[in-house]
């Protein structure tokens, strides 16, 4: 008798790599915290006031002023979590690239996000910290009382992951998109 009858299924298995986002805050006492995240980095505020934040793209400002209630970066392997419910898009596991998403988005009115090339080097400012106090979380790592929060891939630490043929993920995906519920 074979004891290990789901080898056959484990080589058959469909394989994707994935690489966590690597976050480095700076808090308003001027302390640096650094976290990894699988799913997403995200930055809420804390307050009842809305936060205003500056965002920059490998050192280039391309939004001098969101007005929000927070913004997320997001892997693929997250995009269909907390990024999908603040309506990201979903991303196949297999794209080299990241969602930027606004949570409840107030200026500008017309921005809805961003899909951004994986080696994106994300730099989010926090505009009036102590009247508007932001917390960042990448995953389950919290930082309450942020400045500036700097996102990138990171470009070692990953992980393979396995997934049973016999369930396409692929598809699994494509439902996910066209769902009617």
Same mark, same amino acid.
């Given at each position: 008798?074979?004891?290990? *009858?789901?080898?056959?299924?484990?080589?058959?298995?469909? %394989?994707? /790599?994935?690489? *966590?986002?690597?976050?480095?805050? #700076?808090?308003?006492?001027?302390? %640096?915290?650094?976290? =990894?995240?699988?799913?997403?980095?995200?930055?809420?505020?804390?307050?009842?006031?809305? #936060?205003?934040?500056?965002?920059?793209?490998?050192?280039?400002?391309?939004?001098? !002023?969101?007005?929000?209630?927070?913004? =997320?970066?997001?892997?693929?392997?997250? !995009?269909?979590?907390?990024?999908?419910?603040?309506?990201?898009?979903?991303?196949?596991?297999?794209?080299?690239?990241?969602? =930027?998403?606004?949570? /409840?988005?107030?200026?500008?009115?017309?921005?809805?996000?961003?899909?951004? *090339?994986?080696? #994106?080097?994300?730099?989010?400012?926090?505009?009036?910290?102590?009247?508007?106090?932001?917390?960042?979380?990448?995953?389950?790592?919290? $930082?309450?009382?942020?400045?500036?929060?700097?996102?990138?891939? /990171?470009?070692?630490?990953? $992980?393979?992951?396995?997934?049973?043929?016999?369930?396409? =993920?692929?598809?699994?995906?494509?439902?996910?998109?066209?769902? /009617?519920?």
């Amino acid at each position: 008798m074979d004891r290990w *009858p789901s080898c056959e299924r484990i080589e058959r298995a469909h %394989t994707a /790599s994935l690489f *966590p986002l690597q976050m480095e805050v #700076t808090d308003v006492a001027g302390r %640096t915290h650094a976290a =990894l995240a699988f799913n997403e980095v995200s930055l809420l505020r804390q307050t009842n006031q809305a #936060t205003h934040l500056q965002v920059q793209l490998n050192g280039i400002v391309k939004l001098e !002023s969101l007005v929000c209630d927070g913004i =997320l970066v997001s892997t693929p392997a997250g !995009s269909t979590a907390y990024n999908l419910s603040a309506r990201g898009p979903i991303l196949p596991l297999d794209a080299n690239v990241l969602a =930027l998403t606004p949570i /409840s988005p107030f200026r500008p009115r017309q921005w809805r996000g961003a899909i951004l *090339p994986h080696r #994106t080097e994300v730099l989010l400012r926090v505009l009036d910290p102590e009247k508007r106090p932001v917390s960042a979380t990448a995953d389950f790592h919290e $930082v309450r009382d942020v400045l500036t929060v700097q996102i990138r891939q /990171s470009g070692g630490e990953g $992980v393979r992951l396995l997934f049973d043929p016999e369930h396409n =993920l692929e598809q699994r995906i494509l439902d996910e998109q066209f769902a /009617s519920d």
